[in-house]
């Protein structure tokens, strides 16, 4: 089986910053941070190949960096420039090989969460 372990949320003001760490008991060819907030779809939030390609919804770009740690089985999610539209649960995920990450694609594991709130 395949454990992912996420950490690093908490409560921070609009502006402010986070870094969530996912540890993988396995890593998988592909990676990936999606995030959830009650009544709405889950939503992919940024994903990375073994090659280190990079995917990223366009609500995140240029204010998130996804990045990983190989050897130490780590995936990150540096978030900046927070917006109270980023509070939700985050979930790290892995999934097997694709061209692309796709966040529409079917992750095979997913972390348990860890929750974000950003306030105004």
């Known amino acids: 089986q395949v454990q992912l372990v996420e950490s690093g949320g908490g409560s921070v003001q609009a502006g402010g910053s986070l870094r969530l760490s996912c540890i993988a008991s396995?890593?998988?060819?592909?990676m990936g941070w999606f995030r959830q907030v009650p009544g709405k779809e889950r939503e992919g939030v940024a994903s990375i190949n073994v090659y280190g390609r990079i995917v990223y919804a366009e609500s995140v770009q240029g204010r998130f960096t996804i990045s990983k740690d190989s050897a130490k089985n780590t995936l990150y999610l540096q978030m900046n420039t927070l917006k109270p539209e980023d509070t939700a649960m985050y979930y790290c995920?892995?999934?097997?090989?694709?061209?692309?990450?796709?966040?529409?694609?079917?992750?095979?594991?997913w972390g348990q969460g860890t929750q974000v709130t950003v306030s105004s």
């Open positions: 396995r890593v998988g060819d592909c």
């Open positions: 995920a892995t999934g097997p090989t694709w061209n692309l990450c796709n966040f529409s694609n079917r992750w095979s594991y």
